[in-house]
């Protein structure tokens, strides 16, 4: 059964750094869209970034200039690189996948992960 598995969450100081991956069980992912969203409590789940197979890459506002979203087809893993975390950044993240969308990301994923928990606090 094909699967996603984020890993790479924990706990981390306000201004500091996280790297996340989203690793593919029995996915090529170099051929598939990858997203990573964010489900805070009490709020919707909100899309943070994203990267078409072909490379293009999209990220929310509130992410822009912080984070970077990267692949290594190599290692079959898509990275979701966080420096400079706020408290407001605490939530749930999740990577999910759709085949194709070279040159641009989907609205809508087929495949998603079961999430890691980011906390930033002091």
């Known amino acids: 059964q094909a699967q996603l598995v984020e890993s790479g969450g924990g706990l981390v100081q306000p201004g500091g750094s996280l790297r996340l991956s989203c690793a593919g069980s029995?996915?090529?992912?170099?051929?598939?869209?990858i997203g990573w969203f964010r489900q805070a409590p009490g709020k919707d789940r909100e899309g943070v970034s994203c990267?078409?197979?072909?490379?293009?890459?999209n990220y929310a506002d509130s992410v822009k200039g912080r984070f970077s979203i990267s692949r290594d087809n190599d290692k079959n893993t898509v990275y979701l690189q966080m420096n400079s975390l706020k408290p407001e950044d605490t939530a749930v993240y999740y990577c999910?996948?759709?085949?194709?969308?070279?040159?641009?990301?989907?609205?809508?994923?087929?495949?998603w992960g079961q999430g890691t928990q980011v906390t930033v606090s002091s």
């Open positions: 999910a996948a759709r085949r194709g969308y070279y040159f641009q990301c989907p609205s809508g994923y087929d495949y």
């Open positions: 029995r996915f090529t992912l170099g051929v598939y869209a």
């Open positions: 990267i078409s197979s072909g490379n293009t890459t």
